[in-house]
């Protein structure tokens, strides 16, 4: 009995794992109050850009196109993603990390350890 409700106990304050739901977030919510989301599983769709140390995620596609990098996050892209993602709205699955600024140290904080980035809007079949 004593096991069972220790093993309860730590199943409820362990952080999330794989195989958890991302919590829906804004991008905006993420780079106003960082701190509220740090190392959270989080889902977001937003623009992506992969690049030779700018791979990264956009508020809009405007934000990319003028340069404004605080207006997104870095991303930590797996080697098996799809590189004709790049360029094009996506869905991104991962862990938010409010200390990692990126390349530089431009942008708002970064998604690492990415579990899904697929196309969005998904494509109808």
């Given at each position: 009995m004593v096991t069972l409700l220790l093993c309860a106990a730590v199943a409820f304050i362990s952080p999330a794992r794989a195989g958890d739901m991302p919590e829906d977030v804004s991008i905006i919510q993420l780079i106003a109050t960082p701190e509220?989301?740090?190392?959270?599983?989080?889902?977001?769709?937003?623009?992506?850009?992969?690049?030779?140390?700018?791979?990264?995620?956009?508020?809009h596609r405007e934000d990319f196109e003028k340069g404004i990098p605080r207006n997104g996050l870095w991303v930590d892209i797996p080697e098996k993603d799809d590189p004709k993602l790049s360029m094009h709205y996506v869905l991104i699955e991962g862990t938010f990390d409010a200390n990692d600024h990126g390349h530089m140290g431009m942008f708002g904080g970064a998604i690492r350890k990415i579990s899904r980035m697929t196309a969005w809007p998904p494509k109808k079949l």
């Open positions: 509220k989301f740090d190392r959270k599983f989080v889902r977001l769709i937003r623009f992506l850009c992969i690049a030779f140390e700018g791979d990264s995620i956009y508020l």
